[in-house]
């Protein structure tokens, strides 16, 4: 999943302001941040490494450390451990744990194949990505658009005024991620388009999904603060 996390980091904000909205982005997509960094440690080697042929149902990689179930527990201590000091509050470590717990629950369903620990110990998520990739773009656009009704409509309770230009940008990046995993949910872009074949001599997909993760974070840490507060 990739838009439908960054919401648990929206309502996460909305429920609990002493933490950041930043703070609440990352750790919604924590398993995939340390994913990317795994990977350039040669942990978790990603494939295709070209980002023209990559597709959902393609795409080949054993998240051991970053996304298989005994390593969260880890990493849940280290998000607990990171919130409470970071804003010395420990319900913003429990906040912090939520969301990498919500991160995980959320991949069961929509995402790659996770393992208890290993690819020789027992699945932990239904691999939608690569048997039925629309399958798992439709859960995760599900989740998204309520996840938004909520957060929109809690807002509105609180008196929190955004102009529709705002709404439509906050929307259209989750839109985004959306459309970007449908048009390489089975074909990738060389398919797509007819790119020829051609080596640059480095992966261009790492740098892809990078780009695309931080475009998006960046654009919701913008957009979301832009409101106004009715006056009584």
């Known amino acids: 999943m990739l838009a439908?996390?960054?919401t648990t980091a929206l309502i996460a904000k909305q429920k609990f302001?002493?933490?950041?909205?930043l703070y609440f982005l990352i750790i919604s997509q924590l398993q995939d941040f340390l994913w990317f960094t795994f990977h350039y440690l040669g942990l978790e080697p990603t494939n295709p490494s070209d980002a023209f042929d990559a597709t959902l149902s393609?795409?080949?990689v054993d998240m051991l450390y970053s996304h298989d179930l005994l390593p969260q527990l880890f990493w849940l201590a280290i998000v607990f451990l990171i919130g409470k000091f970071l804003f010395k509050s420990t319900t913003i470590g429990l906040v912090s744990i939520a969301l990498v717990s919500?991160?995980?629950?959320?991949?069961?369903?929509?995402g790659h194949m996770h393992h208890i620990f290993g690819a020789d110990t027992m699945q932990a998520g239904l691999g939608l990505y690569a048997s039925n990739p629309y399958l798992a773009i439709l859960i995760e656009a599900i989740f998204s658009i309520v996840a938004l009704w909520y957060f929109f409509s809690e807002e509105a309770k609180k008196g929190i005024i955004r102009t529709t230009k705002n709404r439509i940008a906050i929307i259209s990046v989750f839109a985004y991620g959306i459309i970007f995993m449908l048009l390489i949910a089975t074909e990738s872009f060389r398919e797509l388009f007819g790119i020829p074949e051609f080596d640059l001599g480095f992966n261009t997909n790492m740098p892809t999904l990078i780009f695309t993760y931080g475009a998006m974070l960046y654009c919701l840490?913008?957009?979301?603060?832009?409101?106004?507060?009715?006056?009584?």
């Open 102 to 110: 919500i991160h995980f629950i959320l991949d069961f369903f929509s």
């Open 221 to 232: 840490n913008y957009f979301i603060p832009k409101f106004e507060t009715k006056k009584e």
């Open 4 to 6: 439908g996390h960054f």
């Open 17 to 21: 302001p002493k933490g950041t909205l």
């Open 58 to 60: 393609n795409m080949v």
